[in-house]
């Protein structure tokens, strides 16, 4: 089992900058959990992708929709997984979790899917005003 938790969240001005982070504890971070994802879920919209990264670290993966904006990165040493968020707008409040994957994939569609991923962490809000 791997545990999830995530912190960083709040309320910033539309043009901000937030740095969520994501603790992991449990099975060994580095050698069990390939792919760590963030997700996000606003008020009556679904849980939808938002960027993910492979246990190297050097393969990352971006929403469309903050491509340019958001940086995820990882560190295995310190069992964490970081989603620094430039630029914000108010289309970026929701409830942000952080999610791992025990099996590897490259494939996109696998890595942006929800439902690909085995642990969850209870989530923190980030609410942009404008």
């Known amino acids: 089992q791997v545990q999830l938790v995530e912190s960083g969240g709040g309320l910033v001005q539309a043009g901000g900058s937030l740095r969520l982070s994501c603790a992991a504890s449990?099975?060994?971070?580095?050698?069990?959990?390939?792919?760590m994802g963030w997700f996000r879920q606003a008020p009556g919209k679904e849980r939808e992708f938002v960027a993910a990264?492979?246990?190297?670290?050097?393969?990352?993966y971006y929403a469309t929709s903050v491509k340019g904006r958001f940086t995820i990165s990882r560190d295995n040493a310190k069992n964490t997984v970081d989603l620094q968020m430039n630029s914000l707008n108010t289309e970026d409040t929701a409830v942000y979790y952080c999610?791992?994957?025990?099996?590897?994939?490259?494939?996109?569609?696998?890595?942006?899917?929800?439902?690909?991923?085995?642990?969850w962490g209870q989530g923190t809000q980030v609410t942009v005003s404008s």
């Open positions: 449990g099975r060994t971070f580095s050698m069990y959990v390939n792919v």
């Open positions: 999610a791992a994957r025990d099996i590897t994939t490259s494939r996109p569609s696998v890595i942006m899917d929800r439902y690909a991923y085995d642990y």
């Open positions: 990264i492979n246990r190297s670290g050097n393969s990352p």
